[in-house]
């Protein structure tokens, strides 16, 4: 037996035995709990999130191109150099994700601050005697205003179909926000299994986000500083680099192979450097594991 056969035969034993360890996927047919999602749906849940729910990731990815093939455009006119023409199409195309990104962090850091109000609304109209679901429709009047609209399209669901469950999917759906999946998976188990504990968990839910809200905007105030540095640190050669492509003459230097070298090498290396810095200052985010 030739050493090539061997050393093929070797290398698949030893990637066998590394696959081995991990578990293998779910089948379609399993249930959505626990699994994380993919690049689509979290661009999706990104848009909900942010308060785009008619956008879709489609016309996200779309934008991207466009905007790529613009700034490409654009830059071949100003300077004649592929690979900055280039880099600056990547930094146009990943804008739009980029700022989708942001707007969904920020109004998540919103919504953390009046998720206990909600939940004491709740929890008000529960101890009122009003039935579960109307404490919920409720909050599309007397909860906080950022959260009415969705629960003023579930009472209108509830009271055109009078499914609770499916109802409270839609829901979920529509907020695509972790806080509201335990919200809503707890109302749903105190439907199902009944009891007297609801206003007791209501209680211990709402105390539960009012401690979390507090910890995670502290930490983050004390941190962001750390951010702020990773964004001024990668946007300053980027920044230059447009500011020389005023001079034609003084790039032509990236066009050559070496060139090429040296942009993607300062891409990886700001992507690489960013990416560090932000896991490094940034709180990691809640995610959505009830979906």
Request: charged letters at 20%; a positive charge; hydrophobic letters at 50%.
């Amino acid at each position: 037996m030739s050493p090539l056969v061997v050393g093929l035969v070797l290398g698949a034993g030893v990637f066998c035995i590394y696959w081995s360890f991990w578990p293998q996927s779910a089948g379609p047919g399993a249930a959505r709990v626990g699994r994380r999602s993919g690049l689509v749906e979290d661009l999706r849940d990104h848009l909900r999130q942010a308060g785009y729910p008619t956008v879709t990731p489609t016309n996200v990815l779309v934008g991207s191109v466009v905007l790529f093939v613009l700034a490409f455009l654009l830059f071949m006119l100003l300077t004649a150099v592929v690979p900055i023409a280039l880099c600056f199409g990547a930094i146009a195309a990943a804008s739009p994700i980029s700022l989708i990104r942001m707007r969904a962090r920020k109004r998540r850091g919103k919504l953390r601050d009046l998720w206990p109000d909600a939940v004491d609304n709740i929890t008000s109209g529960v101890r009122a005697g009003l039935a579960l679901p109307e404490a919920l429709a409720q909050l599309a009047v007397r909860g906080p205003e950022e959260l009415r609209p969705p629960f003023a399209r579930f009472a209108e669901d509830y009271r055109a179909t009078g499914r609770f469950h499916d109802c409270l999917d839609r829901l979920k759906d529509a907020m695509s926000d972790p806080v509201a999946d335990r919200l809503i998976e707890s109302l749903r188990i105190a439907r199902e299994v009944g009891g007297s504990d609801l206003g007791r968990l209501l209680r211990t839910l709402s105390a539960f986000l009012r401690e979390d809200a507090r910890t995670r905007a502290e930490l983050e105030a004390r941190q962001s500083w750390t951010i702020n540095a990773a964004r001024l640190a990668v946007a300053a050669p980027w920044v230059v680099l447009a500011m020389l492509a005023l001079r034609g003459g003084s790039l032509q230097a990236y066009a050559t192979p070496t060139g090429w070298l040296v942009l993607a090498f300062g891409a990886g290396l700001c992507i690489v450097a960013y990416r560090l810095m932000v896991w490094i200052g940034r709180l990691p985010d809640e995610e959505r594991v009830l979906r």
